[in-house]
């Protein structure tokens, strides 16, 4: 008797894992050229619980001989710290904060000051970059952490075991959000500390990463349908820049991949998948066949 029910046992523990391994985000299977590409819809933070990955994407990865991520970060650190940091950071001589109209700076340092930020401490950093500071804080603030980032995990998988591609570089990266005009990055920086203020910020991290959480496809087009009529500056700047601009090169070298490989998988953030302008659209528009799997 015992050993039937120890078997039973660990069937049940085994199905109670394949339970707590939810489906998260979302995953597209590509077909074409004779060849498959798994498309996994990413988010750059994340939590301990996050892990094991489901069985449909940790299968995927297991079995890909090319792992394509927008960049792999920990490849060189270096590298990352110095493209940040050559657009992220006024040049000596710059006036940046100094340079505001008096009114303007006495209105940032109130709205930093309220979110425990000293201005002396980031006088060197583009409004940009501190929005972006601000924005991971906030992340951090709901208990999520970019060092749990589903993308430096699935890098940390396929390690060793399979080519890990690059869709861009830091450098592009940086230089793309840095390309905002500095008088456009002043309202940007503005904008994001009202958010905070308001809670706006809190409330939108955490709507998408819950939909992120539970696959949650209705929740993930909500967002999608927020952000294409978002006239704001940063509604438009995540939109035309962030999104938009970015989401034709990665499908074009999205699709030299499927042609040159079978069963590669790639990790790209999820928003990059959604809306009309996403990923798996414009794949479509090039021939290719894309399922949803969820």
Same mark, same amino acid.
């Given at each position: 008797?015992?050993?039937?029910?120890?078997?039973?046992?660990?069937?049940?523990? *085994?199905?109670?894992?394949?339970?707590?391994?939810?489906?998260?985000?979302?995953?597209?299977?590509?077909?074409?050229? =004779?060849?498959?590409?798994?498309?996994?819809?990413?988010?750059?933070?994340?939590?301990?619980?996050?892990?094991?990955?489901?069985?449909?994407?940790?299968?995927? +990865?297991?079995?890909?001989?090319?792992?394509?991520?927008? +960049?792999?970060?920990? /490849?060189?650190?270096?590298?990352?710290?110095?493209?940040?940091?050559?657009?992220?950071?006024?040049?000596?001589?710059?006036?940046?904060?100094?340079?505001?109209? =008096?009114?303007?700076?006495?209105?940032?340092?109130?709205?930093?000051?309220?979110?425990?930020?000293?201005?002396?401490?980031?006088?060197?950093?583009?409004?940009?970059?501190?929005?972006?500071?601000?924005? +991971?804080?906030? *992340?951090?603030?709901?208990?999520?952490?970019?060092?749990? =980032?589903?993308?430096?995990?699935?890098?940390? *998988?396929?390690? =060793?075991?399979?080519?890990?591609?690059?869709?861009?570089?830091?450098?592009?990266?940086?230089?793309?959000?840095?390309?905002?005009?500095?008088?456009?990055?002043?309202?940007?920086?503005?904008?994001?500390?009202?958010?905070?203020?308001?809670?706006?910020?809190?409330?939108?991290?955490?709507?998408?990463?819950?939909?992120?959480?539970?696959?949650?496809?209705?929740?993930?087009?909500?967002?999608?349908?927020?952000?294409?009529?978002?006239?704001?500056?940063?509604?438009?700047?995540?939109?035309?820049?962030?999104?938009?601009?970015?989401?034709?090169?990665?499908?074009? /070298?999205?699709?030299?991949? *499927?042609?040159?490989?079978?069963?590669? +998988?790639?990790?790209?953030?999820?928003?990059?998948?959604?809306?009309?302008?996403?990923?798996?659209?414009?794949?479509?528009? /090039?021939?290719?066949?894309?399922? /949803?799997?969820?």
């Amino acid at each position: 008797m015992r050993r039937p029910i120890i078997v039973a046992f660990f069937s049940f523990a *085994l199905m109670a894992c394949q339970v707590l391994a939810a489906e998260r985000g979302a995953l597209f299977k590509v077909s074409g050229h =004779g060849h498959t590409l798994y498309l996994y819809g990413t988010i750059h933070a994340g939590k301990p619980d996050y892990y094991p990955l489901e069985p449909h994407i940790a299968k995927a +990865v297991a079995a890909a001989p090319t792992l394509a991520l927008e +960049v792999d970060t920990a /490849r060189d650190p270096g590298a990352v710290q110095a493209a940040f940091a050559r657009h992220g950071v006024f040049a000596a001589g710059s006036p940046g904060y100094a340079g505001l109209p =008096g009114e303007r700076r006495r209105r940032l340092e109130a709205a930093l000051k309220q979110q425990g930020v000293d201005l002396a401490a980031v006088m060197q950093l583009k409004p940009w970059m501190l929005a972006t500071m601000l924005t +991971v804080r906030d *992340l951090a603030r709901l208990g999520y952490d970019p060092a749990f =980032g589903v993308d430096a995990h699935l890098a940390g *998988l396929a390690r =060793g075991k399979a080519r890990i591609a690059e869709l861009e570089s830091s450098e592009y990266q940086a230089a793309l959000l840095d390309r905002l005009p500095l008088a456009m990055q002043w309202d940007l920086l503005e904008e994001t500390l009202a958010h905070m203020a308001s809670g706006r910020q809190l409330r939108e991290a955490r709507e998408l990463f819950e939909a992120y959480e539970r696959a949650d496809r209705q929740a993930l087009e909500r967002i999608a349908a927020r952000i294409d009529s978002d006239d704001s500056v940063s509604g438009k700047f995540v939109r035309e820049i962030v999104l938009d601009e970015r989401n034709g090169p990665m499908a074009e /070298r999205l699709a030299a991949l *499927l042609a040159r490989d079978d069963n590669a +998988v790639a990790a790209i953030g999820l928003m990059h998948l959604l809306g009309k302008g996403g990923v798996p659209v414009l794949l479509r528009q /090039r021939g290719m066949q894309v399922e /949803r799997i969820y």
